[in-house]
Nanobody, 130 residues
């Protein structure tokens, strides 16, 4: 059974950068599609970015503005989400997720949908002050 754990959240000032980590245990993340979601207060959980661990293909949600980068470190079996120029609107709980389905390049848009995933972490809080 794959277990996911996020870390790296905290209270930051607007304009700063942050890198969130998602570590896997139980099974290797290398055989999954990994995704990052965020849930702002009072809003639905939305897909931010995802990574096909087999092809290294990435996909970013439509609301993203180029400030987010998903990456991996296979030696650490960890997936990262780097966020640049943080804005107060980035405040929320950030979740990582994994799916055993590996999407083809022309189907990657499905990886920002919640129902695609069957493994979730507990989330890490990011609070951006203005």
């Amino acid at each position: 059974q794959l277990h996911l754990a996020e870390s790296g959240g905290g209270l930051v000032q607007a304009g700063q950068s942050l890198r969130l980590s998602c570590g896997g245990s139980g099974k290797s993340l290398k055989v999954y599609t990994s995704g990052w979601f965020r849930q702002a207060p009072g809003k639905e959980r939305e897909g931010v970015a995802c990574l096909n661990m087999d092809t290294d293909g990435t996909y970013y949600g439509q609301s993203q503005t180029g400030r987010f980068t998903i990456s991996r470190d296979d030696a650490k079996d960890t997936v990262y989400l780097a966020i640049e120029r943080l804005e107060p609107e980035d405040t929320g709980v950030y979740y990582c997720a994994a799916s055993a389905t590996l999407l083809s390049p022309n189907a990657m848009q499905y990886c920002v949908h919640r129902n695609f995933y069957d493994h979730w972490g507990q989330g890490t809080q990011v609070t951006v002050s203005s």
